[in-house]
């Protein structure tokens, strides 16, 4: 069975760019969900997707935004980045109708 | 307003030094509370699932229950390699899916 995985691994950026990051859920998982980890803090939750469609959303501003395809993987794209933004970015998928999430292994974005 | 505190922030064990771990929670709609274990610059591995005021989980040393207002994480005689940031998550459908994770609990085991 694949685990979830993340590309890239590290990115650094500089404010005012826009950025996108990519998510492969783990093999049977239909539902994928995307956080922001700051350092020393627990993860944050951005927004949730299923079925392409998003489904529940935390506390984010709408430059943040997502998507996911057919064979479930997904993207997450931030505009107009700001520094506040540098932290560790975690995606997590899980079964349909399942709270258990599996999380990868993160993509370190840094803001300069 | 929906939140999950845990405490200690950081907790220094001995080897063989039980202890537990708490996380207390608000939250309307609550449709699970999860445990995760995070080692340094890594994703969160998930540990117990809990659902129900009086349940209880166990996986090695470690055994998770939940009451109506808190979850413990009870450590039994811990190894150094149980060393690792451990992470509460409510999950909530009310309005959306959400997830609310509380801000962990360092544990360092000395050997």
């Known amino acids: 069975e694949t685990g979830v995985t993340q590309s890239p691994t590290h990115l650094i950026k500089t404010r005012g760019q826009q950025v996108t990051l990519r998510c492969s859920s783990q093999s049977g998982h239909n539902t994928v969900s995307w956080y922001q980890q700051a350092l020393g803090q627990g993860p944050q939750f951005i927004f949730q997707?299923?079925?392409?469609?998003?489904?529940g959303r935390g506390n984010f501003p709408p430059r943040f935004s997502g998507l996911q395809f057919p064979n479930y993987s997904s993207e997450l794209n931030v505009n107009a980045l700001e520094l506040d933004d540098s932290a560790l970015y975690l995606c997590?998928?899980?079964?349909?109708?399942?709270?258990?999430?599996?999380f990868g292994p993160g993509t370190r974005l840094t803001v300069t | 307003e929906d939140q999950v505190t845990q405490s200690p922030e950081a907790l220094r064990l001995q080897e063989g030094e039980s202890s537990s771990l708490n996380c207390s929670y608000t939250v309307s709609g609550l449709r699970g509370l999860f445990w995760y274990r995070q080692d340094p610059g890594k994703g969160p591995e998930f540990l117990f699932t809990?659902?129900?005021a009086g349940e209880e989980k166990e996986k090695e040393r470690l055994k998770a229950t939940l009451t109506k207002k808190e979850s413990f994480l009870h450590i039994t005689a811990p190894k150094p390699e149980d060393s690792a940031t451990y992470l509460c998550?409510?999950?909530?459908?009310?309005?959306?899916?959400?997830?609310?994770f509380g801000a962990g609990t360092r544990l360092f085991v000395k050997a």
């Open positions: 998550a409510v999950h909530t459908n009310t309005g959306g899916f959400k997830t609310i």
């Open positions: 809990l659902y129900s």
């Open positions: 997707y299923y079925r392409e469609e998003e489904n």
């Open positions: 997590a998928s899980s079964r349909q109708f399942s709270y258990e999430q599996y």
